[in-house]
């Protein structure tokens, strides 16, 4: 997953992330639904979202009026327009910044708070590249959580990517129907459920391999 690289690069895929994700699928869909279910079946109220971006499943937790959210968010441009439309129909959200590990010295108000549930949805955990940081992260959300809560991420299944990548290096950047045309495809079902605006990897590279122990 790559970091924006400017202000203004963040401005813009905050501004277009509605319509690549549309909320109203993403939260109607089965993905709503696994997520209401897991909330509900752990009695969850207490939620931190650590990874905010433009706002979606906050406010839609928000909107139900059965949990308390507080999120987490490290770029600015996504924060503010998360921080808008929570405004706009009056929620609530306390909007944290921490740093790129999901370190919480600075805020040590959270830690041990007895969250329910920790969300990293929307392959954010990818934003940290190497596996010592992501272990780090997820031993920050156990920090967070009371004895029994749960963590709900969801990644990107790369595998079928790495598999194919020879094809994906060769494709050529399509100018129309994207979804049609390129070999890439998801069902738009799950999280990522726009229909106007489609996501395709350009590059693809295997840099390391897991040794899994036998
Ligand atoms: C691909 S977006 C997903 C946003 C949202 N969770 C969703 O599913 O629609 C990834 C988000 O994670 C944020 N992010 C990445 N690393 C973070 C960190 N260490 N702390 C907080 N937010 C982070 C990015 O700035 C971006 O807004």
Redesign the pocket.
């Known amino acids: 997953?790559p970091k924006p690289k400017s202000k203004k690069n963040s401005e813009i895929l905050a501004a277009f992330?509605a319509r690549f994700?549309d909320w109203e699928a993403r939260w109607e869909g089965p993905t709503g639904r696994f997520i209401l279910e897991q909330l509900r079946g752990h009695n969850c109220r207490k939620v931190f979202d650590?990874?905010?971006?433009?706002g979606?499943?906050t406010i839609n937790l928000l909107r139900t009026g059965e949990f308390d959210v507080r999120a987490?968010?490290?770029?600015e441009a996504?924060r503010e327009k998360a921080m808008e439309t929570a405004a706009a129909e009056n929620h609530p959200l306390d909007g944290k910044v921490?740093?790129?590990?999901?370190q919480l010295d600075n805020f040590p108000e959270l830690v041990g708070n007895g969250f329910d549930c920790v969300l990293c949805?929307?392959?954010?955990l990818t934003?940290l590249e190497n596996e010592s940081d992501r272990l780090k992260a997820l031993q920050n959300f156990r920090e967070l959580l009371r004895p029994g809560g749960i963590l709900l991420i969801d990644e990107r299944n790369y595998q079928p990517l790495l598999d194919k990548r020879k094809e994906v290096n060769k494709q050529k950047m399509p100018n129309s129907h994207v979804k049609d045309r390129f070999k890439f495809k998801y069902s738009g079902e799950y999280?990522y459920c726009g229909k106007e605006v489609h996501g395709f990897p350009c590059l693809s590279q295997q840099r390391y391999r897991i040794q899994i122990p036998r």
Do not use: F, P, R
């Open positions: 997953m992330w994700i650590a990874a905010l971006g433009d979606c499943d987490n968010e490290i770029d996504w921490t740093d790129h590990k999901w949805l929307g392959n954010s934003y999280v």
